[in-house]
């Protein structure tokens, strides 16, 4: 049996897993169950699965809850804020973490999962942009086994050699293709761009995700941050890698090798696929999602993303460039604007004006430690919101 535990288990990808883990009750245990604020959400999912603890990051619904379940559940220790996020991930009865929570409060615990030697099953993007050289060294210093769950990164680690630790070009590997679909905005008319609303930038083509994923895919901020995220996964720079739009998200990936060869992986849409697979490796295990029908698929397309329509992807480029802090100002100055754009304070085109104003005004120094990087953070989401008000005002 393999002690789990969930940061984020109320989310999207925190769905998708406690969906596949609970096909495999003889593999797996569910230890620990966590969520911000959803106080309804979370007892309930205590009450199916009845893991020993569970975390609110929110003090006050971490009260809330516990004084729901100290009669119900009384097996059941409620803990609260940061510090019971890092503990249910370094808990000796955790031997997987999945990394579900969006967004940069994501990078503490996770880190703490790392350093506590744990498999890291890796949704959390935001992380490794911030601190991508810390938290690599962090998996190697204290032997934890990183999966990536993102399903371009878990589609290219299917598809690389062995030995692609030792470094790209030896393992024969030339370049890495990151698929996209482009999002709801692919195809829209560029002129009605800024008056897109919050709703229409959350209904995805392809995929159901948290509001924040799906605003970043309809930018394509998510692609660069996914860029960012292979660059450290892969010990990739960045011109070998390439995005491709490819509408009809079948192909999550792929890996070009020396002598022509070009391997990917291919799938439904569904992140239970990634999930699994990270669950089970080396291994493969049931995950409940329907085999590919290639015949209904019928034709896959593939062209290049246009850089008029997708600033963020330049951006994001630039600052994996830039090296150091620049990626956790880019992604602070991100959230800052994604939120802003779901409030109804900025228009749908001004997030990348945001993020580029925001990396123009704060200077990327060195990422040697987490108090520079969580510093980092901190200034750019002060900037940013100095530019959001100027926007909105
Ligand atoms: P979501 O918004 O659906 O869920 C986020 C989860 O994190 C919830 O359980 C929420 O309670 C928790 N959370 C939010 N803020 C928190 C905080 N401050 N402290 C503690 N917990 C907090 O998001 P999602 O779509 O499931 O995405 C989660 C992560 O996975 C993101 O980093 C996203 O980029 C990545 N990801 C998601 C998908 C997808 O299909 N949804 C695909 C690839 C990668
Ligand atoms: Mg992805």
């Given at each position: ?17 406690l ?10 245990e ?11 959400g ?21 009260a ?23 503990e ?33 099953l ?49 393992a ?13 905005f ?28 799906s605003?970043d ?31 009809q ?44 029908d290639?015949?209904?698929?019928g ?19 630039a ?6 802090t ?68």
């Amino acid at each position: 049996m393999k002690g789990i535990a969930i940061l984020g288990s109320t989310g999207s990808i925190g769905l998708s897993t406690l969906d596949v883990v609970a096909r495999h009750p003889q593999e797996f245990e569910l230890i620990a169950l966590s969520a911000n604020k959803d106080v309804a959400g979370l007892r309930r999912q205590c009450h199916e699965y009845r893991p020993k603890y569970a975390v609110m990051a929110d003090a006050g619904c971490a009260a809330a809850l516990r004084a729901e379940l100290c009669q119900e559940l009384p097996g059941t220790r409620v803990l609260s804020g940061p510090e019971g996020l890092a503990e249910i991930a370094a808990a000796d009865e955790t031997d997987y973490v999945m990394a579900a929570i969006v967004g940069a409060a994501g990078l503490l615990p996770t880190l703490a999962a790392a350093r506590a030697g744990k498999r890291v099953l890796l949704a959390n993007k935001e992380a490794l942009v911030m601190s991508g050289k810390l938290f690599m060294d962090a998996v190697i210093e204290h032997g934890a086994e990183l999966l990536p769950i993102d399903s371009e990164h878990n589609a290219i680690f299917q598809c690389m050699p062995v030995n692609y630790r030792d470094g790209l070009t030896r393992a024969g590997v030339s370049r890495i293709l990151i698929t996209a679909s482009g999002g709801p905005f692919r195809d829209y008319p560029l002129e009605h761009l800024a008056d897109v609303t919050p709703d229409q930038a959350c209904k995805h083509p392809n995929w159901s995700m948290g509001r924040k994923i799906s605003v970043d895919s309809a930018t394509m901020m998510n692609k660069g941050l996914e860029v960012i995220e292979a660059c450290w996964l892969f010990a990739a720079t960045p011109d070998r890698i390439q995005v491709v739009l490819h509408p009809q998200s079948i192909i999550h990936s792929l890996v070009e090798y020396v002598d022509g060869s070009m391997l990917a992986q291919l799938g439904n849409p569904d992140m239970r696929t990634p999930i699994a697979h990270a669950l089970a490796w080396p291994e493969r295990m049931e995950s409940g999602v329907k085999p590919l029908d290639l015949f209904q698929i019928g034709r896959l397309d593939f062209t290049q993303p246009d850089p008029v329509r997708f600033p963020c992807l330049r951006l994001a480029f630039a600052a994996v460039a830039a090296g150091g802090t620049a990626t956790a100002v880019l992604n602070a100055a991100n959230e800052s604007a994604v939120a802003a754009f779901l409030e109804g304070r900025i228009r749908f085109t001004e997030i990348a004006t945001v993020v580029e104003a925001t990396l123009d005004e704060i200077p990327a120094s060195t990422a040697d430690s987490i108090e520079i990087i969580l510093d980092a953070d901190r200034q750019a989401r002060g900037e940013a919101a100095n530019i959001i008000g100027s926007l909105s005002a």
